[in-house]
Structures are given as structure tokens and as C-alpha cells.
């Protein structure tokens, strides 16, 4: 008996790693075709720019044709709003079972209007996209093969997984990253799924670009201890802005509405007209910015003109992410902590604080902590920048800074950005006792509401059934006077319509002060 456990234990983990490869590879093509198009494009724009610099009255009809693509991709966000945005939140909406959509028409429609929108120089990043277009593409898949409920929710995992890594080649940090930030969900059929599928568009997208890290940055040497103080400063720096950049975006869509007279699908009209000035003035500047940060690792610009490019991105970016164009902010973050590091590093050094062969060093660390601050994801920042400048000396600066901004932004009150925007788009779901069953699997946090608690204690969501504690290796069946202890991963059976409303509740009760729930 316990060998046909063992074996049939065995083949569901093969299962997910066979699906894995499959979703990885598919996802895998269709985002480097994402990626590879939209880089064409940039690279297009950019010398179509220098040559409008030579022939201004050609800007005429070119800005009647942007406006043309903007309409486009504006009656697209009308038919299917769920391609508008980043496209993180989207996905992490449905593994939580709060939204869904028809897979096809968002999956061509975010394809083409990325390219269009992305490639055309506004401040959007690809990997928002590149995680829903994985996700969709899993979708596809899953409703290919009559999958539902939880073998469903592993493919969009292991499809977001695998868009994340064909858009940045770092298969590790992006399988984190829907695990600590997308999913929630560290189980190991999720984990294994979302890494094969990562590592295999991985190898894909190797195949499309080469093996050269996307921010492959030069350095002299490594930042001795002695100036570790600097970090806490630039640490604390980054918080702040990074508190400031949640604010002003979580709320850019409602200023968007109150100061434009147009239709609400039109607005994207604005920012393919504000490219236009900047492709011309700063055309080095125009898209998501990793050109930007490789070349300013290089070269670094003096402090004056470093502020400038800091705050035309802020602005922008903001601009054009407000305006609900398919495009995300993973890319603009980063960029935006390699110009605050680059400022950061030229400050120090003008201050005579730091020797200037470091200012690359700093461009680095700040992009981690950046990231760390604005997504409260310190673990993904920390390898994704160590994936994508492809060195492992820089681990414990960058855990210094990123711990450091995290705590800033933590200390004001932020949330993680992609959990609040899928906040804005869903509202408080309502109970469903009808239908098919799912399950759900929640996890206990320290100090929450769940931990140190009996069952019979806590006040379980209408339609919900506690069939199982994970505690560790071991599955504990509940009892009424079974203890929660933080750690733990509850199992939870309900209905397939009635998982929002389940996840939503527990996470009430798992955010509550554990004296407030008595």
C-alpha cells in the first residue's frame, strides 16, 4: 500500500513537470516573439526619430498615424478591458478565483497592442504583458486538455513563470516572483511547475537572444565594507521614492479621468502624442529603459542631467501607465532605481564619500531596492538582479539595500503595487453556495489573525470546509481543538464560484490583530 502511495505521488509530480515543459515551451516562443518584435520596433522608432529631426514635416502625418494606433488599441481595451495594464494583477486575480476571461482574444489582442504601444517608445514595460501572455497561453492549454480547478490554476502559474523568464532570461527570480508575489502559494506541485516551465522558456528565449544577461553591466571591483553606510542611505532613499511612486500610480488612473475630455478608451491618445517630443529631444530615453541602464552603467551622466531623465520617466511612465494602455511597470521600476543610483553615486561622490569607480556598483544595488520597495518582493529583487546582470558578487549589497528600502516603504504604510491594483479592479466578493468544488490552499503568517488559534474558535467564510492542515511534511486532519500555528497551510474545500469570497475572508481573519479576533 505504501508503495502504490509512493508511486502514484511520483507520477503526479511528473505530470507537473511534463505539463510544465510543454506550457514553458509554448509560452516560452510567444513571448520572445513578443520580446524580439517590440525591441525591432524601439530600435526602429529610434532612428525614424533622428531622421523626423532632418524632415519635420513629416511629424504631421506620423502624429495623425499614432493617434490612428491609438484608437486601435483603444477600441481593443473597450472589446476586452482585461488586456488593459500591466497584466500581473489580471493573473493574480485569477489564481485567487476573483476574475477570469476568454483566453484567445486577450491573448492576440495584448500581443499586438504591446508591440504596437511598447515598441512605439512610450515608458511601458514588457514583462506585465509577457506574464499574462504566458498565463493566457497556459489558459489555452489547460482548455485544450479539459483541465479545471487546481491543475488549471498550476498551468497559469507555470505560463506566468515561464512569460517572466522569456522576457528577462532569469528563470529563478521569476518563478519566485509568482510565488512570494503572483501566487502566494509555495506548495510543491506549484513551485515544480513554475520552474520547468521557467527554466524551458528560459532556454527558449536563449535560443532567440543569446546567453548575454539583459543588463549586462561592467564593473571594476566589488564595494568593500567601508562603504556600506552609503547603502543605508541610498537605501532609505530609495523607500521614500519608491512610497511616493506607489502613491502617485495607484492613483494616476482617477487624476487620468478628472483632467482629460476624453472618452476613457481614447485616453491613450495622450501619451502616443507626448512620445513624440521626447523620441526627438531624448530618443535614448524612449521605451521600457533597458538600453538606458546598460548604457548609463557605462557612461554615466553628470548629476544635473541624471535628475532630469529621472523625473521625465517618473512622469511619463506614469502618464502612460494611467492612461490603460497594455504595458507594465516592472521594466519603468527598474530603470527609475538605476537613475536613483546613478544620482545617488554622483552625489557621494561629489560629496567625496565614494571613489568613483563605484558608480556602477550603486546603479545595481538601487535597481534591486527599488524593486524591493515598490513590489515588497525583496527575495525576487534581489535574484532578479542577480540574474539579470549575471554575476553573484554583488548578493549581500543588494540584500542590504533591498532590506533597507523594503522596511522604508513598510514603515509608511505601502502595500505591495500589484497586490493593491488588483485591489482597484475587483470588488468585495459575495458568497456562492452552488455549483462544483475547488479547493484552496491559504497559508498562516506569523502574528496574523489564524496563528495561535483553535479551529472551533475562528468564524470560517459560508461554504467553506477545513479538510486539511500541511505542517511541514505532515498533514494534520482538524479537529475543533486542532491549534493554527503560523506556517501552516490550510486546505480548504468550496465551491468553484465561491473561492473569491473564501480567499477574501481568510484573509481578513489572517491580517487581523490575533487580540482583535478574540
Not at 495561535?452 to 505542517?471: F, I, Y
Not at 503560523?486 to 473564501?502: H, P, S
Request: with cysteine; net charge positive.
Amino acid at each position: 500500500m505504501k508503495r502504490q502511495h509512493r508511486t502514484q505521488h511520483d507520477l503526479t509530480r511528473l505530470n507537473a513537470i511534463f505539463f510544465g515543459s510543454v506550457v514553458g515551451l509554448l509560452a516560452g516562443v510567444v513571448v520572445s516573439t513578443f520580446r524580439l518584435a517590440i525591441e525591432h520596433l524601439l530600435k526602429f522608432m529610434q532612428g525614424l526619430y533622428g531622421w523626423f529631426g532632418q524632415n519635420p514635416w513629416w511629424l504631421i502625418p506620423w502624429a495623425i498615424l499614432l493617434v490612428a494606433v491609438a484608437a486601435l488599441i483603444g477600441h481593443w481595451t473597450k472589446e476586452s478591458p482585461m488586456i488593459k495594464g500591466s497584466g500581473i494583477p489580471q493573473i493574480e486575480g485569477q489564481l485567487a478565483g476573483e476574475m477570469d476571461y476568454a483566453w484567445w482574444p486577450v491573448l492576440w489582442k495584448k500581443f499586438v497592442s504591446g508591440i504596437l504601444g511598447i515598441g512605439s517608445g512610450l515608458f511601458l514595460g514588457r514583462e506585465g504583458p509577457s506574464i499574462q501572455l504566458g498565463g493566457t497561453v497556459a489558459q489555452g492549454v489547460a482548455e485544450g486538455l479539459h483541465l479545471k480547478g487546481s491543475q488549471r490554476r498550476l498551468l497559469i502559474a507555470g505560463g506566468a513563470a515561464a512569460g517572466l523568464s522569456a522576457a528577462f532570461n532569469a528563470p529563478i527570480a521569476s518563478t519566485l516572483f509568482i510565488l512570494e508575489e503572483v501566487y502566494h502559494n509555495f506548495s510543491t506541485l506549484v513551485w515544480l511547475t513554475s520552474l520547468t516551465s521557467a527554466v524551458v522558456a528560459n532556454f527558449v528565449s536563449n535560443e532567440f537572444f543569446g546567453l548575454t544577461p539583459v543588463l549586462h553591466i561592467n564593473y571594476q571591483q566589488t564595494l568593500p565594507l567601508r562603504y556600506y553606510w552609503l547603502l543605508l542611505i541610498l537605501g532609505v532613499g530609495l523607500g521614500l521614492l519608491g512610497y511616493v511612486y506607489q502613491w502617485v500610480t495607484l492613483r494616476g488612473g482617477s487624476w487620468y479621468a478628472k483632467l482629460t475630455w476624453l472618452p476613457q478608451h481614447l485616453d491613450g491618445i495622450i501619451p502616443f502624442l507626448l512620445v513624440i517630443p521626447i523620441g526627438l529631444l531624448w530618443p535614448v530615453a524612449l521605451g521600457g529603459g533597458n538600453q538606458m541602464i546598460v548604457l548609463f552603467a557605462k557612461h554615466t551622466p553628470l548629476l544635473m542631467p541624471l535628475i532630469g531623465y529621472f523625473i521625465l520617466r517618473f512622469c511619463f511612465s506614469t502618464i502612460s501607465y494611467s492612461s490603460g494602455l497594455p504595458g507594465g511597470i516592472f521594466l519603468p521600476i527598474l530603470t527609475l532605481g538605476a537613475l536613483l543610483g546613478a544620482i545617488g553615486a554622483r552625489s557621494f561622490v561629489l560629496a567625496g564619500w565614494l571613489p568613483k569607480i563605484y558608480v556602477a556598483n550603486l546603479i545595481i544595488y538601487a535597481m534591486a531596492g527599488y524593486f524591493a520597495g515598490i513590489s515588497k518582493a525583496p527575495f525576487t529583487a534581489i535574484l532578479l538582479i542577480t540574474e539579470m546582470v549575471g554575476t553573484l558578487h554583488h548578493l549581500m549589497p543588494l540584500a542590504v539595500v533591498a532590506i533597507v528600502a523594503y522596511i522604508t516603504v513598510d514603515v509608511l504604510g505601502g502595500a505591495p503595487i500589484y497586490e493593491a491594483m488588483l485591489q482597484q479592479m475587483v470588488a468585495p466578493a459575495e458568497a456562492k453556495t452552488a455549483g462544483p468544488t475547488d479547493r484552496i490552499e491559504f497559508a498562516v503568517s506569523e502574528g496574523s489573525g489564524l496563528a495561535g488559534r483553535q479551529v472551533r474558535d475562528l468564524v470560517w467564510p459560508k461554504g467553506s470546509l477545513l479538510v486539511s492542515v500541511q505542517r511541514g511534511e505532515r498533514s494534520v486532519i482538524p479537529r475543533g481543538d486542532t491549534i493554527l500555528r503560523a506556517g501552516d497551510t490550510l486546505l480548504i474545500f468550496t465551491y468553484q464560484r465561491n473561492r473569491a469570497f473564501v480567499r477574501q475572508q481568510l484573509t481578513q481573519l489572517n491580517d487581523s490583530h490575533p487580540h482583535l479576533a478574540d
